[in-house]
């Protein structure tokens, strides 16, 4: 049978050590943020969910899924261009 070379994570964080786990670090931060204000997440849910009577909930919800696509966009448009790098 052969024996085929694939890369585990171990292995990357033997060759890489701890930049590896900033980047990684980083990425969960940033990516937790973005999730947050996602109406289909709990916050985002429970934000449409108490509005006042007086809020028009159908257009807070697309508010806050644009708000959401738009962190989106901006964090992958920050990281090709190497925004994230100062801190790894």
Request: aromatic letters at 6%; charged letters at 10%.
């Amino acid at each position: 049978m052969e024996e085929r070379n694939v890369l585990r994570i171990s292995d990357l964080n033997s060759v890489c050590g701890v930049i590896i786990s900033v980047v990684n670090t980083c990425g969960v931060i940033v990516g937790t943020n973005g999730v947050v204000i996602s109406p289909p997440s709990t916050v985002g849910g429970i934000c449409v969910g108490c509005a006042p009577e007086s809020v028009d909930k159908d257009k807070l919800y697309n508010q806050l899924l644009l708000a959401a696509i738009s962190f989106i966009v901006m964090s992958v448009v920050l990281s090709f261009i190497g925004v994230f790098r100062i801190f790894g």
